[in-house]
Structures are given as structure tokens and as C-alpha cells.
Nanobody
């Protein structure tokens, strides 16, 4: 089992930026695919971005493409989500997730094995 701890959420005005971090412990980080999902009140959890084990490949939801960037530092066992040009519709709890198989950059939450507790991002208009 891998423990994931997110940080970096907060309140920001529209057009602003935030960087989320996800620190992993308890496993071999370089073996795993990582992803970010988000869930707004009353809505289902949705895919945001995923990154391969090496960090070479990434996938983004259309709604965040060209605004968000996922990255990872395997030496620090940490995954990041840089969020720029934030919009009120980006308001949600953001969750980090790990894919032990790391076979592909899945957009399905059911393909992920462990989750963090989430960090709140609120974008004001």
C-alpha cells in the first residue's frame, strides 16, 4: 500500500495559479503511474491528468489542456500539478492517485489503486 498526501490547495482568483503536490510513501515510486482527479460538489470524480513512470508521457483532460501541467520528481517521490489561468469551474477537491500496474495513462478512476485525502481548490470570479 502506498500513502499519498496532497498539499498546495487554496483560494485563488480567476486567472491565478496554484501548484499542487502529492508526496508518496510506502512503495517504489518509480514503478507507478500517477494521476490527478477532481470532484466538485454534487458531481462525479473526473480525470484531470496522468503521467507515466518516467515522466516522459502525460495525458490531460480537454478542459485543462494548455493550462495545467503534470510532472514528477522520482528522487523526491512527488507528483506535481501546476495549474495556470484558473477558472471558477476548476473549483473542486483535487485527489492524487497511483496506478501500480502503470500500463497506460488511464482516465478511469477504477484503474487506480490508492488515493490521497484530497486538497481543496477554490477559484473565485
Amino acid at each position: 500500500q502506498v500513502k499519498l498526501v496532497e498539499s498546495g490547495g487554496g483560494l485563488v482568483q480567476a486567472g491565478g495559479s496554484l501548484r499542487l503536490s502529492c508526496a508518496a510513501s510506502g512503495g517504489t515510486f518509480t514503478y507507478y503511474g500517477m494521476a490527478w482527479f477532481r470532484q466538485a460538489p454534487g458531481q462525479e470524480r473526473e480525470f484531470v491528468s496522468a503521467i507515466s513512470r518516467s515522466g516522459t508521457n502525460a495525458r490531460y483532460a480537454n478542459s485543462v489542456k494548455d493550462r495545467f501541467t503534470i510532472s514528477r520528481d522520482n528522487a523526491q517521490n512527488t507528483t506535481y500539478l501546476q495549474m495556470n489561468s484558473l477558472k471558477p469551474e476548476d473549483t473542486a477537491v483535487y485527489y492524487c492517485a497511483v496506478d501500480f500496474a502503470a500500463l497506460f495513462l488511464s482516465t478511469q478512476s477504477s484503474d487506480y489503486d490508492d488515493w490521497g485525502q484530497g486538497t481543496q481548490v477554490t477559484v473565485s470570479s
